[in-house]
Protein backbone atom coordinates (compact mmCIF):
# COMPACT_ATOMS: atom_id res chain seq x y z
CA UNK A 1 0.00 0.00 0.00
CA UNK A 2 0.97 3.14 -0.79
CA UNK A 3 -0.38 6.16 2.01
CA UNK A 4 -0.44 9.55 1.58
CA UNK A 5 -2.51 11.96 3.70
CA UNK A 6 -5.36 13.97 2.06
CA UNK A 7 -5.93 17.14 4.24
CA UNK A 8 -9.39 18.12 5.66
CA UNK A 9 -9.07 21.18 3.91
CA UNK A 10 -9.95 18.95 0.19
CA UNK A 11 -13.34 19.04 1.83
CA UNK A 12 -16.52 20.91 3.02
CA UNK A 13 -17.15 21.36 5.19
CA UNK A 14 -13.69 20.94 6.34
CA UNK A 15 -12.61 17.51 8.94
CA UNK A 16 -9.73 16.57 9.90
CA UNK A 17 -7.01 15.33 7.48
CA UNK A 18 -7.86 12.28 5.71
CA UNK A 19 -5.54 8.71 5.85
CA UNK A 20 -6.34 7.24 2.56
CA UNK A 21 -4.18 4.75 0.07
CA UNK A 22 -3.23 3.53 -3.31
CA UNK A 23 -3.10 -0.57 -3.44
CA UNK A 24 0.03 -1.52 -5.50
CA UNK A 25 1.70 -4.36 -6.92
CA UNK A 26 5.47 -4.42 -8.62
CA UNK A 27 6.71 -6.99 -10.38
CA UNK A 28 10.71 -6.70 -11.07
CA UNK A 29 12.29 -6.53 -14.07
CA UNK A 30 14.54 -9.77 -15.10
CA UNK A 31 17.52 -7.54 -16.32
CA UNK A 32 16.68 -3.66 -16.30
CA UNK A 33 14.57 -3.24 -12.86
CA UNK A 34 15.58 0.48 -12.21
CA UNK A 35 13.21 1.26 -15.53
CA UNK A 36 9.49 0.93 -14.19
CA UNK A 37 6.45 0.59 -16.52
CA UNK A 38 3.59 1.59 -14.26
CA UNK A 39 -0.15 0.54 -15.16
CA UNK A 40 -2.92 2.51 -13.04
CA UNK A 41 -6.69 3.24 -12.82
CA UNK A 42 -8.31 5.11 -9.97
CA UNK A 43 -11.00 3.56 -7.96
CA UNK A 44 -13.04 6.89 -7.93
CA UNK A 45 -16.20 5.62 -5.89
CA UNK A 46 -17.09 3.60 -3.05
CA UNK A 47 -20.25 2.83 -0.95
CA UNK A 48 -18.62 4.66 1.94
CA UNK A 49 -19.03 7.48 4.09
CA UNK A 50 -18.23 10.36 1.74
CA UNK A 51 -15.75 13.19 2.61
CA UNK A 52 -18.42 15.83 4.35
CA UNK A 53 -19.95 13.03 6.62
CA UNK A 54 -23.35 11.88 3.97
CA UNK A 55 -23.60 8.49 3.20
CA UNK A 56 -24.95 7.87 -0.06
CA UNK A 57 -24.54 4.94 -2.64
CA UNK A 58 -22.04 5.39 -5.22
CA UNK A 59 -21.73 1.76 -7.10
CA UNK A 60 -19.02 3.23 -10.08
CA UNK A 61 -19.08 0.27 -11.87
CA UNK A 62 -17.76 1.86 -15.18
CA UNK A 63 -16.28 4.61 -13.58
CA UNK A 64 -14.01 3.10 -12.45
CA UNK A 65 -14.70 -0.45 -11.12
CA UNK A 66 -13.99 -1.07 -15.10
CA UNK A 67 -10.31 0.31 -14.84
CA UNK A 68 -9.31 -0.90 -11.70
CA UNK A 69 -10.32 -4.36 -12.79
CA UNK A 70 -8.64 -3.93 -16.19
CA UNK A 71 -5.63 -3.30 -13.42
CA UNK A 72 -5.95 -6.34 -12.00
CA UNK A 73 -6.53 -8.58 -15.13
CA UNK A 74 -2.86 -6.96 -16.37
CA UNK A 75 -1.26 -7.85 -13.22
CA UNK A 76 -2.75 -11.10 -13.68
CA UNK A 77 -1.61 -11.87 -16.70
CA UNK A 78 1.95 -10.61 -16.39
CA UNK A 79 2.29 -12.09 -12.88
CA UNK A 80 4.61 -15.21 -14.44
CA UNK A 81 5.56 -13.40 -17.83
CA UNK A 82 9.39 -12.46 -17.51
CA UNK A 83 9.90 -9.02 -18.38
CA UNK A 84 13.26 -7.13 -18.51
CA UNK A 85 11.67 -3.79 -17.15
CA UNK A 86 9.84 -3.88 -13.39
CA UNK A 87 5.96 -3.42 -13.84
CA UNK A 88 4.34 -1.36 -11.03
CA UNK A 89 0.34 -1.92 -10.79
CA UNK A 90 -1.75 0.66 -8.82
CA UNK A 91 -4.97 1.96 -7.92
CA UNK A 92 -5.87 5.16 -6.72
CA UNK A 93 -7.22 6.97 -4.11
CA UNK A 94 -8.56 10.41 -4.24
CA UNK A 95 -9.19 11.24 -7.88
CA UNK A 96 -12.60 12.96 -7.75
CA UNK A 97 -10.59 15.08 -4.81
CA UNK A 98 -8.65 16.31 -7.16
CA UNK A 99 -6.00 13.48 -8.34
CA UNK A 100 -4.82 13.02 -5.28
CA UNK A 101 -3.74 9.68 -5.09
CA UNK A 102 -1.95 9.94 -8.48
CA UNK A 103 -0.29 13.59 -7.22
CA UNK A 104 0.70 11.72 -4.24
CA UNK A 105 2.70 9.47 -5.67
CA UNK A 106 4.11 11.14 -8.31
CA UNK A 107 5.42 13.73 -5.62
CA UNK A 108 6.50 10.44 -3.58
CA UNK A 109 8.88 9.57 -6.73
CA UNK A 110 10.07 13.28 -7.15
CA UNK A 111 11.24 12.86 -3.42
CA UNK A 112 13.06 9.98 -3.54
CA UNK A 113 14.05 10.33 -7.00
CA UNK A 114 12.80 7.46 -8.65
CA UNK A 115 10.69 9.88 -11.38
CA UNK A 116 13.45 9.12 -13.59
CA UNK A 117 12.60 5.69 -13.48
CA UNK A 118 9.45 5.54 -14.62
CA UNK A 119 9.53 4.79 -18.41
CA UNK A 120 5.77 4.77 -19.27
CA UNK A 121 2.58 5.17 -17.72
CA UNK A 122 -0.62 4.26 -19.08
CA UNK A 123 -4.17 5.23 -17.20
CA UNK A 124 -7.03 3.35 -17.24
CA UNK A 125 -10.30 5.29 -16.70
CA UNK A 126 -13.96 4.39 -17.99
CA UNK A 127 -13.02 1.32 -20.27
CA UNK A 128 -16.54 -0.21 -19.81
CA UNK A 129 -19.44 1.55 -22.51
CA UNK A 130 -19.60 1.58 -26.01
CA UNK A 131 -22.67 3.23 -27.90
CA UNK A 132 -22.39 1.21 -30.70
CA UNK A 133 -20.51 -1.87 -32.23
CA UNK A 134 -17.65 -0.01 -33.91
CA UNK A 135 -16.28 -0.03 -30.07
CA UNK A 136 -14.94 3.25 -30.36
CA UNK A 137 -12.09 4.09 -27.66
CA UNK A 138 -9.54 6.76 -27.02
CA UNK A 139 -5.88 7.27 -26.07
CA UNK A 140 -4.52 10.54 -25.09
CA UNK A 141 -1.41 12.39 -24.27
CA UNK A 142 -0.36 15.71 -24.39
CA UNK A 143 1.69 17.20 -27.17
CA UNK A 144 4.80 16.87 -25.64
CA UNK A 145 4.29 12.81 -26.08
CA UNK A 146 2.37 12.59 -29.14
CA UNK A 147 5.19 9.97 -30.53
CA UNK A 148 3.61 7.56 -28.77
CA UNK A 149 0.23 7.94 -29.74
CA UNK A 150 0.86 5.71 -33.29
CA UNK A 151 2.64 2.89 -31.17
CA UNK A 152 -0.90 2.62 -29.41
CA UNK A 153 -2.41 2.68 -32.52
CA UNK A 154 0.11 0.04 -34.45
CA UNK A 155 -0.38 -2.26 -31.39
CA UNK A 156 -4.16 -1.98 -31.68
CA UNK A 157 -4.26 -2.38 -35.59
CA UNK A 158 -2.37 -6.02 -34.83
CA UNK A 159 -3.73 -7.19 -31.86
CA UNK A 160 -7.33 -5.37 -31.31
CA UNK A 161 -8.54 -4.33 -34.70
CA UNK A 162 -12.15 -4.64 -33.01
CA UNK A 163 -11.47 -1.11 -31.57
CA UNK A 164 -12.02 2.01 -33.58
CA UNK A 165 -9.04 4.01 -31.99
CA UNK A 166 -9.39 7.45 -31.70
CA UNK A 167 -5.93 9.20 -30.90
CA UNK A 168 -5.62 12.57 -29.28
CA UNK A 169 -2.78 14.85 -28.18
CA UNK A 170 -4.96 17.13 -26.66
CA UNK A 171 -5.90 15.53 -23.38
CA UNK A 172 -6.49 17.46 -19.98
CA UNK A 173 -6.29 17.45 -16.42
CA UNK A 174 -8.97 14.86 -15.46
CA UNK A 175 -7.38 11.80 -15.03
CA UNK A 176 -4.10 10.61 -13.45
CA UNK A 177 -1.92 10.34 -16.09
CA UNK A 178 -2.22 14.39 -16.07
CA UNK A 179 0.62 14.04 -13.03
CA UNK A 180 2.87 12.01 -14.68
CA UNK A 181 2.44 14.23 -17.54
CA UNK A 182 3.56 17.56 -16.28
CA UNK A 183 6.89 15.60 -14.83
CA UNK A 184 7.67 14.44 -18.26
CA UNK A 185 6.93 10.57 -18.21
CA UNK A 186 5.38 9.40 -21.31
CA UNK A 187 1.56 8.61 -20.51
CA UNK A 188 -1.38 7.44 -22.08
CA UNK A 189 -4.69 8.07 -20.95
CA UNK A 190 -6.50 4.42 -22.50
CA UNK A 191 -10.38 4.44 -22.32
CA UNK A 192 -14.27 4.68 -24.13
CA UNK A 193 -14.97 7.55 -25.87
CA UNK A 194 -15.58 9.85 -23.59
CA UNK A 195 -17.08 9.98 -20.06
CA UNK A 196 -20.42 12.21 -22.37
CA UNK A 197 -21.07 9.35 -23.77
CA UNK A 198 -22.30 6.81 -20.63
CA UNK A 199 -25.53 8.38 -19.20
CA UNK A 200 -25.16 6.77 -16.29
CA UNK A 201 -21.71 8.50 -15.60
CA UNK A 202 -21.36 9.81 -12.20
CA UNK A 203 -24.79 8.57 -11.48
CA UNK A 204 -26.70 5.65 -9.26
CA UNK A 205 -27.21 4.17 -11.47
CA UNK A 206 -23.93 3.16 -12.72
CA UNK A 207 -24.01 -0.22 -12.15
CA UNK A 208 -22.81 -3.40 -14.81
CA UNK A 209 -26.32 -3.47 -16.07
CA UNK A 210 -26.24 -0.28 -17.48
CA UNK A 211 -22.49 -0.75 -19.47
CA UNK A 212 -22.82 -1.76 -22.91
CA UNK A 213 -20.67 -3.61 -24.75
CA UNK A 214 -18.34 -3.61 -22.34
CA UNK A 215 -16.83 -7.13 -22.54
CA UNK A 216 -15.92 -6.58 -25.99
CA UNK A 217 -14.94 -3.06 -25.51
CA UNK A 218 -12.83 -3.64 -22.02
CA UNK A 219 -11.52 -6.66 -23.79
CA UNK A 220 -9.85 -4.72 -26.73
CA UNK A 221 -8.61 -2.12 -24.53
CA UNK A 222 -6.97 -4.68 -22.25
CA UNK A 223 -5.59 -6.22 -25.62
CA UNK A 224 -4.30 -2.93 -26.68
CA UNK A 225 -2.57 -2.18 -22.95
CA UNK A 226 -1.28 -5.79 -22.71
CA UNK A 227 0.76 -4.90 -26.33
CA UNK A 228 2.09 -1.92 -25.12
CA UNK A 229 3.14 -3.56 -21.59
CA UNK A 230 4.81 -6.55 -23.06
CA UNK A 231 6.81 -4.02 -25.69
CA UNK A 232 7.35 -1.71 -23.09
CA UNK A 233 8.69 -3.80 -20.20
CA UNK A 234 10.73 -6.43 -23.01
CA UNK A 235 8.77 -9.79 -23.34
CA UNK A 236 10.09 -11.98 -25.53
CA UNK A 237 7.37 -15.42 -25.07
CA UNK A 238 3.98 -15.14 -26.35
CA UNK A 239 1.13 -15.56 -24.59
CA UNK A 240 -0.99 -18.09 -24.30
CA UNK A 241 -4.49 -18.55 -24.70
CA UNK A 242 -5.52 -17.39 -21.28
CA UNK A 243 -5.57 -14.18 -21.90
CA UNK A 244 -8.61 -13.00 -23.39
ZN1 LIG B 1 -15.61 9.87 -11.60
Redesign the pocket.
Known amino acids: MFSFTVPGSACSPVIPDVSAGNPIGRKTGASLPDEWIVVGA ?1 Y ?2 RNATRCDGTQAPQP ?1 AN ?2 ASGCAGVIELARVFQNVRTERSLVFMCFAG ?2 QGLRGSQAFVNALLNSGDIAKVKHMINL ?2 IGHAIDDTLSARVETDAAQQSILPIYADHAATYAPELNLIISASTAAYSDHWHFLQRGVPAAFTWENG ?1 GIYPD ?2 QISDVPGNMQRAQPLASGILKMDAAMIATLAGVHVLFDDSFE
Do not use: L, P, Q, T
Open positions: HDAGDNEEDMAYH
